[in-house]
């Protein structure tokens, strides 16, 4: 079973940038499917970025097309949301997720989830 710790969060000012991470142990992280998503108050949890096993193919959220990118290191165990031009609207709790499932999954059914970090963009 693997565990995920995300890391990264904090409070940053609208326009600005974050890197979040989550780092996986306890599997094979070569054979996860990764995916970041977030949960505001009082609203549903939503896919924001996911990647498949090897890197290759990557899915955005309509809110992160053209600010986010998710990225892995498999060497590291670890995968990345680097996100650009941060909107108050982004703040949230951000969790990391995976899945041994060779197609990628663009719903909340993943097996297993991090605590989540959170990001508070402020205007």
């Known amino acids: 079973q693997v565990q995920l710790v995300e890391s990264g969060g904090g409070l940053v000012q609208a326009g600005g940038s974050l890197t979040l991470s989550c780092a996986a142990s306890?599997?094979?992280?070569?054979?996860?499917?990764m995916a970041w998503f977030r949960q505001a108050p009082g609203k549903e949890r939503q896919l924001v970025a996911a990647?498949?096993?090897?890197?290759?193919?990557?899915y955005y959220g309509d809110s992160a097309k053209g600010r986010f990118t998710i990225s892995r290191d498999n060497a590291k165990s670890t995968v990345y949301l680097q996100m650009n031009n941060l909107l108050p609207e982004d703040t949230a709790v951000y969790y990391c997720?995976?899945?041994?499932?060779?197609?990628?999954?663009?719903?909340?059914?993943?097996?297993?989830w991090g605590q989540g970090t959170q990001v508070t963009v402020s205007s």
């Open positions: 306890g599997g094979t992280f070569r054979n996860y499917q």
């Open positions: 990647i498949t096993q090897g890197g290759g193919t990557t």
């Open positions: 997720a995976a899945d041994r499932k060779m197609i990628l999954i663009t719903t909340t059914r993943y097996a297993y």
